[in-house]
């Protein structure tokens, strides 16, 4: 007899049926018992009513590994409508320890560091995997939406010779004795590659030494990565990004998570408005995640929107392939995503000739020498392109409308925390 999940139940009723999984929970009555299994998709409810059964699931630790052959039978009270009655149930593997938190409840009643600490064993509990399942939905609405646009997938190292964003936030790494770094973007590699297929992306992780230790930051997370040739300007790129966002939406739908509308055109504000709004001083060089939540708020009070463009971002404030406003060149064609108070996404239209890079890193006193092998694909010609990248943790954090990215993350890897 094959083993039957979860989530498939609901088709075997009047069969018999065999299911696996983890000794979640067992609710004794005075006649009857309720067994609940959980597997890798859901919940399973088993109707023990011999008692010599019950009491040696009773001397059982949670979480032991067991097997239960019984008939599948309709019942409106059970998850997912179903039960299974007259079992046998076999143990797989008897745990010797108790589990370090109650796992049997709705959620899990304890604190975060607990259940980051005892990760191995909490993220199995079902308010956990919401998220995870949710991530996972986005991922593919992000791959579906740019793949039916004629994107090509690639995967970039993340072991690299030149820092791509500047600065000092960079995690050093000794390479064979040469010094070397865990990539902060695949952002020089996508640019090169738009010279080969025109339209990439790329799902995986980046890397920021930064030493934040807030809700909202990560030294290692997850970016939904995509760039394109051939545009007219910044705005295409976020008609693209809309699209993409929209379909990862939908995409989370199907899973169960509670749909968000994305407006048919994201509402916009420039940077120095966006100034405005926050409260903020004039000669801000950029959003402080305060600002953001008063954004957002002004965007869902203005325009009923979730989502709001910001644009115009001093250029000298971003990274040095971003392409100036040729009517203003103090102001970038560079723009934020903002999803419910945080920034989710950047963006930009990027310079597309040599001339132009060999300029700015000698503004800013960048070695031309340790970029050549990006420089050589502008030496060969570029067209006009941009990209954006998304933060896939803080995506999820705010679809599910949670505050901390450790929600959303597996196993988080911030200022105090390398394992588990």
């Given at each position: 007899m094959q083993r039957v999940w979860s989530d498939g139940l609901a088709e075997q009723v009047g069969r018999p049926v065999r299911v696996a999984g983890w000794f979640h929970h067992?609710?004794?009555?005075?006649?009857?018992?309720?067994?609940?299994?959980?597997?890798?998709?859901?919940?399973?409810?088993?109707?023990?009513?011999?008692?010599?059964?019950?009491?040696?699931?009773?001397?059982?630790?949670?979480?032991?590994v067991i097997e239960v052959i019984g008939h599948a039978v309709a019942e409106p009270q059970a998850p997912g409508g179903v039960e299974i009655r007259a079992p046998q149930i076999n143990v797989i593997v008897a745990t010797a320890v108790q589990p370090p938190v109650v796992m049997s409840?709705?959620?899990?009643?304890?604190?975060?560091?607990?259940?980051?600490?005892?990760?191995?064993?909490?993220?199995?509990?079902?308010?956990?995997?919401?998220?995870?399942?949710?991530?996972?939905?986005?991922?593919?609405?992000?791959?579906?939406?740019?793949?039916?646009?004629?994107?090509v997938e690639i995967q970039t190292p993340k072991l690299v010779a030149a820092n791509a964003e500047g600065g000092a936030n960079v995690f050093r790494v000794d390479y064979m004795g040469r010094e070397a770094y865990l990539a902060q973007s695949p952002q020089l590699y996508?640019?090169?590659?738009?010279?080969?297929?025109?339209?990439?992306?790329?799902?995986?992780?980046?890397?920021?030494?930064?030493?934040?230790?807030?809700?909202?930051?990560?030294?290692?997370?997850?970016?939904?990565?995509a760039e394109m040739g051939f545009i007219s300007d910044h705005r295409e790129v976020v008609g693209l990004l809309r699209d993409v966002v929209a379909e990862m939406i939908d995409a989370a739908g199907r899973a169960g998570i509670p749909a968000v509308d994305v407006p048919s055109e994201l509402p916009f504000i420039d940077f120095r408005e966006a100034l405005r709004i926050a409260g903020a001083a004039d000669d801000e060089p950029d959003?402080?995640?305060?600002?953001?939540?008063?954004?957002?708020?002004?965007?869902?009070?203005?325009?009923?929107?979730d989502f709001v463009l910001v644009e115009g971002y001093p250029t000298h404030k971003r990274a040095f392939y971003t392409h100036p406003d040729p009517a203003a060149p103090e102001r970038s064609l560079g723009f934020d995503l903002?999803?419910?108070?945080?920034?989710?996404?950047s963006g930009a239209q990027r310079l597309h000739r040599v001339e132009d890079y060999l300029a700015v890193m000698r503004e800013r006193g960048m070695d031309p020498a340790a970029f050549e092998g990006y420089l050589e694909a502008f030496r060969h010609g570029m067209p006009p392109h941009g990209g954006f990248a998304i933060g896939l943790e803080r995506f999820t954090t705010r679809l599910l409308g949670k505050n901390n990215l450790r929600e959303a993350t597996l196993f988080p890897r911030d200022l105090n925390r390398?394992?588990?």
């Open positions: 067992l609710r004794r009555l005075s006649r009857v018992s309720f067994l609940l299994v959980r597997d890798g998709r859901g919940l399973i409810q088993v109707v023990v009513d011999e008692p010599a059964l019950a009491d040696r699931l009773a001397a059982l630790e949670r979480e032991s409840g709705p959620t899990l009643r304890a604190s975060l560091p607990t259940i980051l600490d005892h990760a191995p064993i909490t993220l199995r509990h079902p308010s956990r995997r919401v998220a995870f399942a949710a991530a996972a939905a986005l991922a593919r609405g992000f791959r579906q939406a740019l793949d039916a646009r004629g994107f996508k640019q090169i590659m738009v010279g080969v297929f025109e339209r990439v992306y790329e799902v995986g992780p980046i890397f920021r030494a930064e030493p934040h230790d807030t809700p909202r930051h990560l030294n290692e997370c997850i970016s939904l990565d959003l402080a995640p305060a600002h953001e939540l008063a954004i957002g708020a002004w965007a869902a009070r203005e325009h009923g929107s903002i999803f419910r108070g945080w920034e989710v996404c390398l394992a588990p």
